[in-house]
Structures are given as structure tokens and as C-alpha cells.
């Protein structure tokens, strides 16, 4: 039963700026690739956003914080003289270790609200500390989710790349 998705009535606000942070992370002609959002006082906000890739991302985590990222991943295959890049958001739900335990409830209620502002979401993640958000988990989620075509590499930002040829295909 899913009664538990109606238990919040009142929707999420969400402020304009969150709508734009998600756009420019889905541009791929625009360079931001990740923003971190955070709900305060009923209301979606966009906390910080950049266009270093994976690492900046990473450094933005605040442990006193409930945070919802959305990272942008490309998938990088070379064949011959050919390029694909296919564009990977991850949504990544961050429940920091210093979070009072009623904030910490109400993220199974607010998270549905907040990733249904994120479009197109390749992968999903949820952590509580830092060090498990990793490229390696997160490229493994990405080919285990992707389907048969494994592509050489992810680029998590400008000259970051991770290679998968290390994971088998099964």
C-alpha cells in the first residue's frame, strides 16, 4: 500500500533557482555539472552548484545537513574514429552524520518531493558519509543499470575520468 505518499499534503515549495541549477546540469552545453539542493523551512533550495566535476561535488557535503545532489556523468566510448558521449545524471540523496534523528525522519517523505524535480535521473544513491560516494561505486551502479553497451570510460568532470574496462559485463 502507498498510502505513506500522501501523508505530506502540502507540496514541497520549491524556489525558481532549483529549476535552473537542474537545467544547466542537464545542458550539455552549459559547464555545470552538479548543484546540491536542501530543503529549509518547507521550501527546495539550491545550496551550492559548480563545473569542477566529481571532486568539487564531493567537497560540498556538510554533515549537518539533509542534502539531494544531481551530478552529471558522461559515458564515453571510442571506436575507431568515433566518440559517443552519453550524458549519466546521478541523484544522490546525502543524510549527514550530524542530522538530529526528526530531520532525519522525514527524508523518506520529502525525498520522493524532492527527486521528482530531478529529470531524467540515470542512477539514484543514497549515503550518510562522505566516503561512500566514490567513482568506483558510482560507475558500477551506472553498468549495472546501463544495459548491454558498456562504454570505455566516465568522465565525472574536466579531465576526471574513471576507467570501467576493470568491471566484467555481467
Known sequence: SDWSSDVCSSDLEVDSEVGHAIEQVLDANDDTNWCWLVVEGGCLKCLSRGNAGFAEFKAGLDPSKVMYGFLAVYGVDERGSTTSRRTKTIAVTYIGENVKIMEKARVST????????????????????????TQREISMKLIQSGGAHKPHFYEFGPDDTFNVSEFSNN
Request: hydrophobic content about 40%; proline content about 0%.
Open 110 to 133: 520529502q525525498k520522493g518531493q524532492v527527486l521528482k524535480n530531478f529529470t531524467s535521473i540515470s542512477m539514484e544513491l543514497q549515503i550518510s558519509e562522505a566516503d561512500d560516494l
